[in-house]
């Protein structure tokens, strides 16, 4: 079997507009422009790092390549090629500004449901937004999160505007009913640590896995949701770091899997457009290719970078 394509040789292909990909330039909002996170340098560091991933699966023989991992995996392959960057990479943080409670056994449209729990208003009006039947405070594990976090330096945690309520509350809740009351709800808001980066300082990165060819139970064949899964993965990716107020920037990352360039180029043309005419904002995307080693009908790994543009 080819290992490297015809159409794959040469320097990595970098593109914004062409190769059909639709303007994002009218779309409003501010894309992700900043001196610390380097969209191009993300992109090569990541690049870099699966093509060593690559490069070593080929030499031990391997029977499955990197089209055979799961997406979790991918989380892990990501954060230790950026971990050759100076900056911190953390993984499965929770988003900062909006959460959701999602109830074990119940829906959204249980009444009983909480709202939205917006953490970037002050202190008292989060309060009143908790849990309306407990006054419950969202539990962590209950939180949406996001794949991959960048933070400026290496060894810097994610503040998280929500242990500041936490706190708040817990002050305010010891101190109610005493001389210390009316002094306590006079005080500043607690700020974070020094060791942490405050969320708008941070780079959110949403992941996601999608190949032309897949395992289905262990067998490989053409992947029968590949259409769906690249038109509205993505989008609901966009769609939450675009609602975040607290989030300054942020990027969509596909990692697609395919048998040739002009399908990739053609496909993700087609997600692009979905996503703008979806009111999406998004920013130009950018690209890099990996070329693998034929085993399940993929002969090329691209990575499209959508830069999502805030508000912030």
Known sequence: ????????????????????????????????????????????????????C?????????????????????????ADALGSLPLGVLREQPYPHEWSRKRRGGSKSDPSHSPALDIGAEPDM???????????LPDPRDR?????????APGLKLGDPLALVKTTRARQQQAAGTLFAAV????????????????EDACWLEVKLVGQFTY??????????YASELTRGPAADIRKLSADGRIRHAAAMVLLFTNDRATAEHDLAQMLHRCLDRGLPIAAPLRREVPVTDR?????????????????
């Open 1 to 52: 079997m080819a290992e490297t394509p015809p159409n794959c040789k040469g320097p990595r292909f970098r593109a914004g507009h062409g190769a059909g990909f639709p303007r994002t330039d009218l779309v409003g909002g501010r894309p992700l422009q900043s001196p610390v996170y380097l969209p191009d340098d993300l992109l090569d560091t990541i690049a870099a790092g699966l093509e060593r």
């Open 184 to 199: 306590e709800a006079a005080q500043n808001p607690p700020e974070h640590a020094p060791d942490a980066c405050a969320p």
């Open 216 to 225: 289905s139970a262990g067998v490989a064949g053409p992947n029968s949701s």
């Open 54 to 78: 690559e490069a070593d699966l080929r030499a031990e023989h391997a029977v499955h390549g990197l089209d055979a991992l799961p997406e979790v995996r991918f989380h892990a392959l990501l």
């Open 144 to 152: 949406m999160r996001c794949d991959l976090v960048l933070t400026p």
């Open 126 to 136: 989060v309060l009143a937004a908790a849990d309306p039947i407990t006054g419950e």
């Open 296 to 312: 399940i009908g993929n002969n090329l790994l691209t990575i499209c970078m959508i830069p999502v543009r805030t508000a912030v």
